[in-house]
Protein backbone atom coordinates (compact mmCIF):
# COMPACT_ATOMS: atom_id res chain seq x y z
CA UNK A 1 0.00 0.00 0.00
CA UNK A 2 1.20 3.75 -1.02
CA UNK A 3 0.42 6.10 2.18
CA UNK A 4 1.29 9.77 1.06
CA UNK A 5 4.66 10.65 2.98
CA UNK A 6 5.12 7.51 3.91
CA UNK A 7 6.11 5.68 0.22
CA UNK A 8 5.41 1.91 0.36
CA UNK A 9 4.37 0.21 3.00
CA UNK A 10 3.42 -3.17 3.99
CA UNK A 11 0.39 -4.91 6.20
CA UNK A 12 1.45 -6.50 9.08
CA UNK A 13 -1.06 -8.92 10.02
CA UNK A 14 -0.07 -9.68 13.64
CA UNK A 15 -0.03 -5.93 14.44
CA UNK A 16 -2.98 -5.32 12.05
CA UNK A 17 -1.16 -1.98 10.68
CA UNK A 18 0.51 -1.00 7.87
CA UNK A 19 4.51 -0.23 8.77
CA UNK A 20 6.91 2.26 6.84
CA UNK A 21 10.52 1.85 6.34
CA UNK A 22 12.51 3.61 9.01
CA UNK A 23 12.48 7.35 8.45
CA UNK A 24 14.00 10.02 9.58
CA UNK A 25 12.10 12.51 11.60
CA UNK A 26 13.47 16.27 12.26
CA UNK A 27 10.61 16.37 15.60
CA UNK A 28 13.54 13.22 16.83
CA UNK A 29 15.94 15.11 16.02
CA UNK A 30 16.77 13.03 12.93
CA UNK A 31 16.27 9.54 14.70
CA UNK A 32 15.10 6.71 12.58
CA UNK A 33 11.34 5.44 12.56
CA UNK A 34 9.05 3.00 11.23
CA UNK A 35 5.54 4.50 11.04
CA UNK A 36 2.93 2.43 11.76
CA UNK A 37 -0.57 3.40 10.28
CA UNK A 38 -3.70 1.85 11.90
CA UNK A 39 -6.89 2.05 10.87
CA UNK A 40 -6.20 3.37 7.86
CA UNK A 41 -8.25 1.11 5.55
CA UNK A 42 -11.69 1.23 8.11
CA UNK A 43 -11.86 4.74 8.89
CA UNK A 44 -12.29 7.27 6.36
CA UNK A 45 -11.45 9.87 5.39
CA UNK A 46 -7.79 8.58 4.84
CA UNK A 47 -7.18 12.11 3.98
CA UNK A 48 -6.99 12.34 7.76
CA UNK A 49 -4.19 10.27 8.15
CA UNK A 50 -2.34 12.41 5.41
CA UNK A 51 -2.50 15.19 7.27
CA UNK A 52 -1.65 14.37 10.61
CA UNK A 53 1.27 11.91 8.75
CA UNK A 54 2.82 15.23 6.51
CA UNK A 55 2.41 17.06 9.53
CA UNK A 56 4.30 14.90 12.06
CA UNK A 57 6.67 14.10 9.26
CA UNK A 58 7.53 17.67 8.71
CA UNK A 59 7.44 19.06 12.71
CA UNK A 60 10.09 20.58 13.49
CA UNK A 61 12.66 19.43 16.77
CA UNK A 62 10.93 22.54 18.96
CA UNK A 63 7.60 20.62 18.83
CA UNK A 64 9.11 17.75 20.91
CA UNK A 65 11.28 20.48 23.11
CA UNK A 66 8.47 22.56 23.88
CA UNK A 67 7.26 18.86 25.97
CA UNK A 68 10.52 19.36 28.17
CA UNK A 69 8.75 20.81 31.17
CA UNK A 70 6.25 18.25 31.26
CA UNK A 71 8.49 15.03 30.80
CA UNK A 72 10.51 17.05 33.63
CA UNK A 73 7.28 17.21 35.92
CA UNK A 74 6.25 13.42 35.01
CA UNK A 75 10.11 12.92 35.99
CA UNK A 76 9.71 14.84 39.39
CA UNK A 77 6.32 13.03 39.97
CA UNK A 78 7.99 9.66 40.14
CA UNK A 79 11.03 11.07 41.85
CA UNK A 80 8.31 12.28 44.66
CA UNK A 81 6.50 9.23 44.82
CA UNK A 82 9.65 6.45 45.45
CA UNK A 83 12.38 6.04 47.62
CA UNK A 84 15.11 6.58 44.68
CA UNK A 85 17.95 4.29 44.73
CA UNK A 86 21.29 4.78 43.88
CA UNK A 87 20.99 4.76 40.12
CA UNK A 88 18.09 6.60 39.90
CA UNK A 89 18.95 9.51 37.68
CA UNK A 90 19.27 13.32 38.73
CA UNK A 91 18.11 15.60 36.46
CA UNK A 92 18.34 19.53 37.10
CA UNK A 93 15.83 21.25 34.40
CA UNK A 94 13.55 20.14 32.06
CA UNK A 95 16.45 20.70 28.89
CA UNK A 96 18.35 18.15 30.74
CA UNK A 97 15.93 15.66 30.28
CA UNK A 98 16.74 14.47 26.87
CA UNK A 99 19.83 12.77 28.78
CA UNK A 100 17.52 9.89 30.17
CA UNK A 101 15.15 9.09 27.77
CA UNK A 102 15.27 6.77 24.96
CA UNK A 103 13.02 7.76 21.99
CA UNK A 104 10.86 4.91 20.07
CA UNK A 105 11.52 3.50 17.04
CA UNK A 106 7.91 3.15 16.12
CA UNK A 107 5.79 6.30 16.05
CA UNK A 108 1.79 4.79 15.80
CA UNK A 109 -0.81 6.80 13.53
CA UNK A 110 -4.20 6.19 15.07
CA UNK A 111 -7.69 7.70 15.19
CA UNK A 112 -8.84 8.44 18.21
CA UNK A 113 -11.94 6.30 18.90
CA UNK A 114 -13.85 9.09 21.53
CA UNK A 115 -14.05 12.79 21.41
CA UNK A 116 -12.94 14.19 18.69
CA UNK A 117 -12.23 11.39 16.64
CA UNK A 118 -8.53 13.05 15.40
CA UNK A 119 -5.64 11.13 14.50
CA UNK A 120 -3.00 10.96 16.72
CA UNK A 121 0.70 9.80 16.48
CA UNK A 122 2.05 7.96 20.05
CA UNK A 123 5.31 7.40 20.35
CA UNK A 124 6.57 5.32 23.38
CA UNK A 125 9.92 5.76 25.00
CA UNK A 126 11.81 4.35 27.53
CA UNK A 127 12.96 6.63 30.39
CA UNK A 128 15.97 5.99 33.24
CA UNK A 129 13.54 7.00 35.77
CA UNK A 130 10.53 4.96 34.99
CA UNK A 131 11.64 1.56 33.29
CA UNK A 132 8.55 -0.59 33.98
CA UNK A 133 5.61 2.22 32.53
CA UNK A 134 8.44 4.90 30.01
CA UNK A 135 7.45 7.55 28.56
CA UNK A 136 4.54 8.05 25.79
CA UNK A 137 4.22 11.10 23.80
CA UNK A 138 1.48 11.90 22.00
CA UNK A 139 0.94 14.30 18.91
CA UNK A 140 -2.30 15.55 17.99
CA UNK A 141 -3.19 15.72 14.08
CA UNK A 142 0.81 14.97 14.43
CA UNK A 143 2.06 18.46 15.12
CA UNK A 144 1.55 19.20 18.59
CA UNK A 145 2.51 17.45 21.78
CA UNK A 146 -0.99 16.81 23.78
CA UNK A 147 -0.51 14.11 25.59
CA UNK A 148 2.95 13.06 27.77
CA UNK A 149 3.21 10.47 31.30
CA UNK A 150 3.87 6.63 31.22
CA UNK A 151 2.82 4.60 28.78
CA UNK A 152 -1.04 3.64 29.19
CA UNK A 153 -1.93 3.44 25.52
CA UNK A 154 -4.36 6.59 25.61
CA UNK A 155 -4.35 9.59 23.32
CA UNK A 156 -5.54 11.96 25.69
CA UNK A 157 -5.39 12.65 29.45
CA UNK A 158 -9.39 13.52 29.12
CA UNK A 159 -9.74 9.63 27.47
CA UNK A 160 -6.86 8.04 29.99
CA UNK A 161 -9.03 9.76 33.51
CA UNK A 162 -12.33 9.45 31.37
CA UNK A 163 -12.39 13.35 32.04
CA UNK A 164 -13.33 16.01 29.51
CA UNK A 165 -12.35 18.74 31.43
CA UNK A 166 -8.39 17.22 30.72
CA UNK A 167 -8.97 17.22 27.23
CA UNK A 168 -6.24 20.45 26.69
CA UNK A 169 -3.82 18.50 29.55
CA UNK A 170 -0.62 17.47 28.57
CA UNK A 171 0.38 16.21 31.81
CA UNK A 172 -1.36 15.03 34.96
Known amino acids: MEIPGLGKCRF ?5 CYISKPI ?3 VLSGKKCAVLVEGYDEEPPVEDFHEAIANFLGSPNT ?3 SAEPHIFRYYLDVKESIEPEDD ?3 IGSPSEIWKF ?3 GEEALVIRRAEGDNGIYVSLEC ?3 WEPEHGLQIVFKNGAVVNKIGPYDGHLTNSDA ?8 VVYR
Open 88 to 90: FPS
Open 12 to 16: DEDQG
Open 126 to 128: NCD
Open 101 to 103: VQL
Open 161 to 168: YADSTLES
Open 24 to 26: SLA
Open 63 to 65: VLT
